[in-house]
């Protein structure tokens, strides 16, 4: 099941925008479409209850362009905050 974020009615939300203090957007937070165009990435939080009991809880971010698979992360909760650090920790590698 897909779940909304605290605080937010769509269940799709766009990634917080992450700057450097030189001002610079860090990349990881963005998509760029085959034209070149570029917009922050959006994800969105996922419910996973096995046998109606234990409950899991993921996140999926879309690719940083069209050809690159989504993110998929193991969450503790649905909170936007917490996951951008997981995130961005995750693709540093």
């Given amino acids: 099941m897909i779940i909304c974020p605290p605080g937010k ?3 799709v939300f ?3 925008v992450v700057v ?3 001002g610079v957007i860090d990349p990881r ?3 760029s479409d ?3 165009h570029v917009r922050q990435r959006r994800g ?3 419910e996973v209850t096995h046998m109606q009991q234990h409950s899991e809880y993921f996140v999926a971010i879309e690719g940083g362009t069209i050809i690159q ?9 649905a909170e936007v905050k917490t996951m951008l650090k997981k ?3 995750t693709l540093c590698g």
């Fill in 34 to 36: 085959e034209a070149g």
């Fill in 69 to 77: 698979l989504p993110v998929i992360l193991d969450v503790e909760k």
């Fill in 29 to 31: 937070v963005l998509f």
């Fill in 20 to 22: 450097d203090e030189n």
């Fill in 87 to 89: 995130m961005l920790r």
């Fill in 14 to 16: 766009f990634l917080p």
């Fill in 9 to 11: 009615s769509p269940p």
């Fill in 44 to 46: 969105c939080f996922v």
